[in-house]
Nanobody, 124 residues
Framework: VQLQASGGGLVQAGGSLRLSCAAS????????VGWFRQAPGKERERVSC????????TTADSVKGRFTISRNSAKNAVDLQMNSLKPEDTAVYYC??????????????????WGQGTQLTVSS
């Protein structure tokens, strides 16, 4: 599965941005898809995830109520809507896919294919 993450950029605190993870060659419907981020000097963390089985989602406490993950069937993509952005959201954001039923609640090692990342910078 080839993944293309896009939509990053520079935004002021309090602003919104929408990231998109698009797949070529295969339908994302058969995969759980996670959004992750890695800030400089920090470990990569899972931000949000949507399951293949029923499209239920998980969201990290740090972004709960501000970020929403959803499937965009028309574009064969999974989007991450980010509202009320904070400077601490600044990071490279990655998307990844998994066939594992434990993907959205388990280890990041469950995710086999990763996109190239898109930079989000939130200015204060």
């Amino acid at each position: 599965v080839q993944l293309q993450a896009s939509g990053g950029g520079l935004v002021q605190a309090g602003g919104s941005l929408r990231l998109s993870c698009a797949a070529s060659e295969f339908s994302l419907r058969g995969y759980s898809v996670g959004w992750f981020r890695q800030a400089p000097g920090k470990e990569r963390e899972r931000v949000s995830c949507i399951r293949a089985s029923d499209s239920s989602t998980t969201t990290a406490d740090s972004v709960k109520g501000r970020f929403t993950i959803s499937r965009n069937s028309a574009k064969n993509a999974v989007d991450l809507q980010m509202n009320s952005l904070k400077p601490e959201d600044t990071a490279v954001y990655y998307c990844a896919t998994s066939r594992s039923i434990y993907a959205c609640s388990g280890s990041q090692s469950n995710f086999a294919s990763w996109g190239q990342g898109t930079q989000l910078t939130v200015s204060s």
